[in-house]
């Protein structure tokens, strides 16, 4: 999570400077810049929970029913990174430009209407597993909905 929230720190303090100087665009390519940076991080991490999910369990713990389970989540959750870092980087950056409303909208109906629903029912299903799963595709649908309300661009004339 650290590249996601650091660098969704920088793009929401780089936004606020430059709408309030009056710069959407500038404001805009701070933002991608900030994404671009956590989304690479953050989805090289992914490939590492993918590929090597026993070795990293390895370096935090020596318990053997965590070494057994928690490799499983770690490749559940490692494809959702790239839209964990999207969700935290343009969240944190619309927030910063004074967008407040839409992200809390967002946030909260893929929180309550997706991800909790989810989680109850494949938790019931499939145990822990459903559950990761049911967070990884919330994730995803916060991610892929914080990047069409980036992208519609109301968010820059907020704080203008």
Do not use: H
Not at 83 to 95: D, H, K, N, Y
Request: net charge positive; glycine share 10%; hydrophobic share 55%.
């Amino acid at each position: 999570f650290m590249p996601g929230f650091a660098m969704g720190m920088a793009a929401s303090t780089l936004t606020s400077q430059y709408l309030g100087l009056g710069d959407p665009d500038r404001a805009t390519r701070a933002t991608k810049l900030c994404w671009l940076v956590s989304a690479t991080v953050m989805g090289l991490m992914g490939a590492l929970f993918w590929f090597i999910p026993e070795q990293l369990v390895s370096l935090v713990t020596n318990e053997a029913s965590l070494i057994e389970m928690t490799p499983t989540l770690l490749r559940i959750c490692a494809p959702v990174q790239v839209f964990l870092a999207t969700a935290m980087v343009l969240s944190t950056a619309m927030r910063g430009a004074g967008a407040t409303r839409s992200t809390l909208l967002v946030s909260g109906t893929s929180t309550w209407l997706v991800r909790l629903p989810m989680a109850i029912v494949m938790g019931s299903l499939w145990g822990l597993n459903g559950v990761w799963v049911a967070m990884g595709i919330e994730l995803v649908v916060r991610g892929v909905a914080f990047w069409a309300l980036f992208k519609r661009g109301k968010w820059a004339e907020v704080a203008v």
